[in-house]
T-cell receptor, first 113, second 109 residues
Framework: NAGVIQTPRHKVTGKGQEATLWCEPI?????VFWYRQTIVQGLEFLTY????????DSGMPKERFSAQMPNQSHSTLKIQSTQPQDSAVYLC???????????FGHGTKLSVL | GDKVKQSPSALSLQEGTNSALRCNFS?????VQWFLQNPRGSLMNLFY???GTKENGRLKSAFDSKESYSTLHIRDAQLEDSGTYFC???????????FGSGTQLTVMP
């Protein structure tokens, strides 16, 4: 079991460019979460999928951020027109069902210059 | 205010000593999870708790839902225990894990 896989590990974009972050949850896990971590805000919930369906995106900035889960083996987080304040570590996590033990990937460190 | 409040925010220990970290909840927490984030940034799940206690090697955790707190005890601290410990709680009917701000632990030789 390789755990939750996130790619890339690091991404540097220029202001205004698009960034796509990838997550492969643990095989068999039906719940997938995206979190964002910064020094100032700590760990913030972004969005949640269950059985590939979007359940809760209340943590997502309303503009420029979108997430999809086209199949059970991967999810993507897309940020359009990136801004410096989007710089953070984006963490994907999965669990067998919601409210069960959560396993995180190593994260993608996004730096917007 | 903070829904999940961790204390202390930072802690230094001598190798071989014991310590306890604490989380207080202002939400009606039904489950608690404890994580260790190592210096490279990886978050490792240490415990998943419903009310009660669990033990794993030198670590022991307790969750009291009535008194709204959880503790993580570290026995015989080792250098590799250094990192940031996070607790996170969920409440009934919610899938969101709400994280505390973390306790930064440094174990010194």
């Amino acid at each position: 079991n390789a755990g939750v896989i996130q790619t890339p590990r690091h991404k540097v974009t220029g202001k205004g460019q698009e960034a796509t972050l990838w997550c492969e949850p643990i095989s068999g896990h039906s719940a997938v979460f995206w979190y964002r971590q910064t020094i100032v805000q700590g760990l913030e919930f972004l969005t949640y999928f269950r059985n590939q369906a979007p359940i809760d995106d209340s943590g997502m900035p309303k503009e420029r951020f979108s997430a999809q889960m086209p199949n059970q083996s991967h999810s993507t987080l897309k940020i359009q027109s990136t801004q410096p304040q989007d710089s953070a570590v984006y963490l994907c996590a999965s669990s067998s069902v919601s409210n069960e033990r959560l396993f995180f990937g190593h994260g993608t460190k996004l730096s917007v210059l | 205010g903070d829904k999940v409040k961790q204390s202390p925010s930072a802690l230094s220990l001598q190798e071989g000593t014991n310590s306890a970290l604490r989380c207080n909840f202002s939400i009606a927490a039904t489950t608690v999870q404890w994580f260790l984030q190592n210096p490279r940034g990886s978050l490792m799940n240490l415990f998943y708790l419903v009310p009660g206690t669990k033990e794993n090697g030198r670590l022991k955790s307790a969750f009291d839902s009535k008194e709204s707190y959880s503790t993580l005890h570290i026995r015989d601290a080792q250098l590799e225990d250094s990192g940031t410990y996070f607790c996170a709680a969920s409440s009934s009917g919610s899938w969101q894990l709400i994280f505390g701000s973390g306790t930064q632990l440094t174990v010194m030789p």
